[in-house]
C-alpha cells in the first residue's frame, strides 16, 4: 500500500493509511529520502495515528529514516503514536532512541515551526 | 460382644473391632467425666489461665477486665467442644475473636500463646486430679490430648486465615485507590503516586499515564514519586518504561520526589536513568515544567 507524501509549506507530510508490509516501509523510506531534497522540504512529518503495531522492523526503518533524512538536511518527527502501541513498544525494547516524536500532526507542525523559527 | 463364631479368623476381627469399639466408647466416658471436671472447676481454672496469661504478658492490648472475659468465653467454647466433638461453634468463636482482636494489634503468637495456656493449665488440673491412679490418668490424657490439639489447631487457623482474610481486603482496597492523573496547566500533567508499586499496578499507572496524555494533549508530565517508600530494579525499569512510551507520544517526562534510598538502591542496581530528567521536589519538578512550556509565573506586585 503506497503512503501519500503531501508537501505544506517548509514541511513534507507522509500519511500511514493502513497497516505496511515491510517493503511498503522501504519503499516509503526511499520515497521520503528522495523527496526531501527534490522539493526543497526543511520538515518531514510521519503520521502512524492509524498504525496498531509497531514492530521491531518498522521501529528500526524509522530510525534509519530520521538519520538519512538528517543527513539529506531536514528534520523528522514521528507522530501519533497510540498509547497502547507506545506501551508495547517500550516492552519489546523499541525505544526509537534520538528520534523526534510528537502527539498528532498539529503537535509535530508545531514542533517543526518552533524549531525552525529558533534556528533562524 | 458376642463372640459365638468358632471361625478363628473371624473371632480376631471381631475382637478387635470391639477393642476399637470398646476404645471409642471409653474415650466418650473419659471425654464426659473430664468435661464434668471442667465444669466443676470452671471458676478456679479460668482463673488461674486468665492469671496465667497476665504473667507471660500476653494480650497486653487488651485490658485485664477484656482479658477475663474472652477467657471465660473461650474456656466456655472450649469444654463445649470437648463434650460434642465438634467444631463448627468453636470456630464461629475464633473468627469472631480474632475479627475483634486483629485491629487492636494482638499478634499470632498471642493467640497461639493463650491456647497453648489453657492446655497446659487444664493438663495440670488433670495431672492434680489423678495423679493417685497412673493408668486413668493415662487414659484421661489419651482422651483429653487429641482433642485439645485439634482445638489448639482451630482457634489458630481461625486467627491467621482471619488475618489473611484482612490483608487480602487491604491489597484490595489500595489497589482500588486509583491514582489521579491531574492537570496542573495546559498541557502539563502531575501524576502524584503514592504507596507500593507493584508490577500490576505499575502497569495500570503507565496505562493511565498514556492516556491521559492523549486526552489532554499534554506536552509535560510531572511524576512524583515522594510517597514512594522502596524501589526495586522491576519498578525501577517499570519508571524507565513510563518516561520511554511518554516521550513516544511526544511528551516530556519530569520526576520528582527521589529519595537518598531510592536514588541509591537505583545507582546500586544500575538502572540506566540517564535520560531521566529529575528534580529534587515536585515544587521544583513544577517549575521546570513551566519553563519548559513558556509559562512564566510572577507575583503580583504589592498593592496593584
Known amino acids: 500500500m503506497e503512503v501519500p507524501i503531501l508537501k505544506q509549506g517548509d514541511f513534507l507530510i507522509a500519511t500511514v493509511q493502513a497497516a505496511l508490509t515491510d517493503a511498503d516501509l522501504l519503499h516509503l523510506r526511499t520515497a521520503l529520502v ?34 538519512m533524512i538528517r543527513l539529506r538536511g531536514a528534520e523528522t ?27 498528532d500532526l498539529e503537535e509535530g507542525l508545531a514542533y517543526l515551526n518552533q524549531k525552525f523559527k529558533s534556528s533562524t | 460382644m458376642a463372640r459365638k463364631n468358632s471361625n478363628p479368623g473371624e ?12 476404645h ?37 492490648a ?31 468463636y475464633a473468627r469472631n475473636l480474632s475479627e475483634r482482636i486483629i485491629p487492636r494489634g494482638v499478634e499470632t503468637h498471642e493467640v497461639v500463646g493463650i491456647v497453648l495456656l489453657l492446655r497446659d493449665v487444664l493438663a495440670r488440673s488433670l495431672f492434680a486430679k489423678y495423679q493417685a491412679d497412673f493408668t486413668k490418668l493415662n487414659r484421661i490424657l489419651d482422651a483429653y490430648e487429641p482433642a485439645a490439639n485439634r482445638i489448639a489447631n482451630t482457634v489458630a487457623v481461625g486467627f491467621v486465615q482471619e488475618r489473611e482474610r484482612v490483608i487480602r481486603q487491604q491489597q484490595e482496597a489500595i489497589r482500588e ?25 505499575a502497569r495500570q499507572l503507565t496505562e493511565q499515564l498514556l492516556r491521559g496524555i492523549r486526552t489532554n494533549r499534554a506536552k509535560v508530565v510531572v511524576i512524583d514519586i515522594t510517597g514512594v ?40 542496581i544500575g538502572v540506566d536513568l540517564g535520560k531521566m530528567n529529575t528534580v ?9 515544567a513551566e519553563r519548559l512550556l513558556g509559562y512564566k509565573v510572577v507575583p503580583q506586585a504589592a498593592g496593584s
Request: net charge negative.
Open chain 2, 177 to 201: 485507590l486509583s491514582t489521579p492523573v491531574l492537570q496542573v496547566r495546559e498541557r502539563l500533567l502531575i501524576l502524584p503516586i503514592i504507596g507500593v508499586i507493584d508490577p500490576q499496578r
Open chain 1, 34 to 67: 528522495q523527496h526531501v531534497v527534490r522539493s526543497r522540504s526543511r520538515g518531514v512529518i510521519v503520521d502512524v495515528t492509524s498504525l496498531d503495531v509497531m514492530d521491531s522492523f518498522a521501529s528500526r526503518t524509522l530510525r534509519d529514516l530520521d538519520h
Open chain 2, 280 to 288: 529534587g521536589d515536585l515544587q521544583g519538578g513544577i517549575e521546570q
Open chain 2, 229 to 268: 517508600a522502596a524501589m526495586d530494579a522491576t519498578v525501577a525499569n517499570h519508571l524507565v518504561q513510563t518516561v520511554e512510551a511518554s516521550r513516544l507520544l511526544g511528551a516530556t517526562v519530569i520526576v520528582t520526589g527521589l529519595s537518598p534510598e531510592i536514588a541509591q538502591t537505583i545507582v546500586n
Open chain 2, 62 to 92: 487488651m485490658s485485664k477486665e477484656e482479658v477475663f472475659a474472652e477467657a471465660t468465653s473461650v474456656y466456655d467454647n472450649y469444654v463445649e467442644a470437648l463434650e460434642t466433638g465438634t467444631f463448627e461453634a468453636l470456630q464461629a
Open chain 1, 77 to 103: 518527527v514521528i507522530v501519533g503514536i497510540q498509547p497502547e502501541v507506545a506501551f508495547a513498544m517500550v516492552q519489546l525494547g523499541l525505544r526509537l532512541e534520538d528520534v523526534a516524536t510528537a502527539l
Open chain 2, 11 to 22: 473371632t480376631q476381627v471381631q475382637e478387635e473391632l470391639g477393642g476399637v469399639l470398646q
Open chain 2, 24 to 60: 471409642a466408647e471409653a474415650t466418650s466416658v473419659l471425654l464426659r467425666e473430664l468435661v464434668a471436671h471442667l465444669r466443676q472447676n470452671r471458676t478456679q481454672l479460668r482463673e488461674e489461665w486468665a492469671r496465667r496469661i497476665t504473667e507471660a504478658q500476653l494480650l497486653t
